[in-house]
């Protein structure tokens, strides 16, 4: 009742639209659930995540949810997640996409969901990672371990998403490193992040896990750039 009572005063909205939730509506209303745009990487082993990585790293597998336009809901969406900390929309899609991994047999043999780190200074500044919940909602679903000191970032590097090719791609291998030991040698490492875009950081990060001997990488985000 006592929530009842604060929903009237303090009613929820989608985090896509901004509408008022209604009954079994849980942050993404059914109308923005239903406009999103899917992917369906899941159902194809050769999608167009995986093929970005073509030539650059060996990866076992490569996909994303939905796909990334300007101005598009899932922009709001991880706009309202990154810089709003909203981490509730990390949270209903790593449940949302756990049930569509789950079906993946390649994915069946990880040992670990690592995320695209931030430096302390930026994890300080926003208070929160913007991948943590979106992991850890992976690592419940999919009974995997979720692992964040073993990826590290060196660099403090202002945001990505105001930086042209150049600029992201730049001085990018030195910027993450990896703290292991023997525990991890041969391991298969889930590493997750919010927006495939060049997809330079997230080359970067798997080469600084590849160092690890016998270690093999899979990369799931929430969304992919679609021009």
């Known amino acids: 009742m006592f929530e009842s009572i604060i929903n009237l005063f303090f009613p929820k909205v989608c985090s ?17 659930r239903h406009d999103i745009p899917l992917t369906n990487h899941h159902l194809n082993p050769e999608n ?19 796909y990334f336009h ?26 949302w996409y756990a049930e569509d ?3 993946i047999e ?48 060196n660099v403090y590097s202002k945001t990505q998403s105001k930086k042209n090719l150049l600029g992201r791609t730049e001085g990018i291998e030195s910027i993450f490193d990896v703290s292991f030991t023997e525990k991890n040698h041969n391991k298969h490492f889930l590493l997750i992040d919010d927006v495939i875009t060049t997809g330079a950081t997230l080359e970067a990060c798997s080469r600084a896990i590849l160092k690890i001997p016998g270690a093999k990488i899979s990369i799931v985000c929430m969304a992919m750039a679609q021009s």
């Open 106 to 153: 390649l994915l069946t043999t990880v040992n670990e969901i690592i995320p695209v780190p931030l430096h302390r200074k930026k994890l300080k500044e926003r208070g929160y990672n913007q991948v943590t919940a979106f992991g850890k909602a992976l690592s419940t679903r999919l009974n995997v371990a979720y692992n964040d000191s073993l990826l590290i970032r």
């Open 70 to 95: 300007k101005k598009g809901i899932v922009q709001v969406l991880i706009h309202n997640l990154k810089y709003k900390g909203h981490e509730e929309i990390g949270t209903i899609l790593g449940e």
């Open 101 to 103: 991994l789950k079906n």
């Open 16 to 32: 896509g639209c901004n509408a008022f939730l209604i009954a079994n509506e849980n942050v993404i209303c059914t109308v923005c």
């Open 48 to 66: 167009d995540a995986f093929k970005k990585f073509y030539g650059r790293i060996p990866v076992v597998h490569t996909s994303a949810l939905f």
